[in-house]
């Protein structure tokens, strides 16, 4: 397999339910290897089921997908893939460094201090570095959420609503920040402009199935003139299948 393929994501025909409910119906798509795309649609259209699905933390009731040709269970797919799951919640009762080196342990990375100071650094965190994570605020949580997500240095960053809490100039830094990263970003947002600032490409869920795929050009392209996309999105995702 060439390089550039090791980190292809494709998912074919993947469902999942609950009960007797399809969170997610014969969903396929395939993302190569530096590619960014949003996964936008209402609440309850399967985003999350998705994201946990390519992490691997839930099983498919059918369907395939394949993470760089292997299974998401799998140890080499959980190094390459990095996840900031809805509501992250980092270990309460440990300060901010012992979360980062702890998983960073756990991750089993090479030099797990300078890592941490990297992170520290990275996402503004160094006056933390000491507190407990149960005394913090939530948005100050959600970076050192973020900062798990990347110490292993994923090449893929799966990422569930990324800047749920922070404040304007903390989303503003955190853009940047994911934006200086080299990797595949899959990343599911009700936030337009959070889309379109940190990926180019769009799938829209709505009750489990795929609704529309393509760029986000492609897609204020559908708009009238002048429309925002907010209005575009709500119209497509309302509209009947
Ligand atoms: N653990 C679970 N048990 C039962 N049903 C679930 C579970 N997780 C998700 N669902 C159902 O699956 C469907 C998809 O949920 P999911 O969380 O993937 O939606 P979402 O697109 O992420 O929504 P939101 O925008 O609200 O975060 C919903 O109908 C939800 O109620
Ligand atoms: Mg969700």
């Known amino acids: ?34 590619e960014k795309f949003a996964l936008l649609g209402p609440n309850g259209a399967g985003k999350s089921t998705t994201l946990k699905l390519l992490t691997g933390l839930l099983k498919p009731t059918s369907g395939e997908i394949k993470i760089g040709g292997v299974d998401p269970s799998t ?13 992250a ?25 300078e890592t941490t100071d990297h992170l520290l650094d990275f996402f503004d965190l160094n006056e933390y570095e000491r507190s407990k994570v149960g005394k913090l605020s939530r948005g100050t949580t959600q970076k050192l959420a973020l900062a798990l997500a990347i110490i292993h240095k994923p090449k893929i960053l799966l990422l569930d609503e990324p800047l749920n809490y922070l404040d304007i100039p903390t989303q503003e830094k955190v853009i940047t920040r994911l934006n200086s990263l080299d990797v595949t970003v899959i990343v599911s947002t009700h936030i337009m402009s959070v889309a379109s600032r940190l990926t180019k490409n769009v799938i829209m869920l709505a009750r489990g199935v795929i609704r529309w795929e393509g760029s986000i050009d492609a897609l204020r392209a559908l708009g009238e003139a002048e429309e925002p996309i907010e209005s575009i999105v709500a119209r497509m995702m309302t509209s009947a299948p």
């Open 75 to 87: 140890k080499k797919a959980r190094t390459i893939m990095g996840y900031l799951p809805e509501d």
């Open 1 to 34: 397999m060439a390089e550039q393929e090791l980190c292809d994501l494709e998912v074919r025909d993947l469902s999942r339910t609950f009960g007797n409910t399809y969170a997610l119906k014969k969903v396929s798509f395939k993302i190569l290897q530096g």
């Open 89 to 113: 919640s980092p270990y309460q009762m440990l300060s901010v460094r012992e979360n980062l080196e702890y998983i960073g342990a756990l991750r089993e990375i090479e030099n797990v201090k």
